[in-house]
């Protein structure tokens, strides 16, 4: 996976990725995803592109769990979500939802950055800084889930959770 980034900071919630008074678009994903983050980043569902990353610090996700939030990141394009923590929530929502959440030192990368993400090898290769970061490797299930397109797909698949 290779895309560009764009960095948060620490304690982006739910209410930040989708905020609480476009809760009734909920039935209109594709409309409730134009307003992506726009607090944070006003336009920002137009200046993503397919395949970018964002890059959030402590706590990303945070607040309530509203799983729309997961699935609006995965309609502007987003390939996955890299943080220095995830709340609990949020951090399920996006494997049941086929969305990599990545724990990672995240301080050395920058806004417009180009990375590579190697989530089996555990690794993000800043092509831009010319650095590497390696990071705690996904246990087998959540590498599974992920691969199947998120715990729906999975259990469809295999007709149960077949975790192990």
Known sequence: MKGKVWKFGDAISTDHIIPGRYFYLRSNLPELSKHILEYESPGFSEKVAPGDFIVGGQNFGQGSSREHAVIVIKINGIQAVLAKSFARIF???????????????????????????????????NHTRNETIVFTALPPVMKRILSDGGLVEHVKKFKDLKLV
């Open 91 to 125: 951090y399920r929502n996006c494997f049941n939802n086929g969305l990599p959440a990545i724990i990672c030192d995240t301080e050395k990368l920058k806004e417009g950055d180009v990375i590579e993400l190697f989530v089996e090898e555990g690794k993000i290769i």
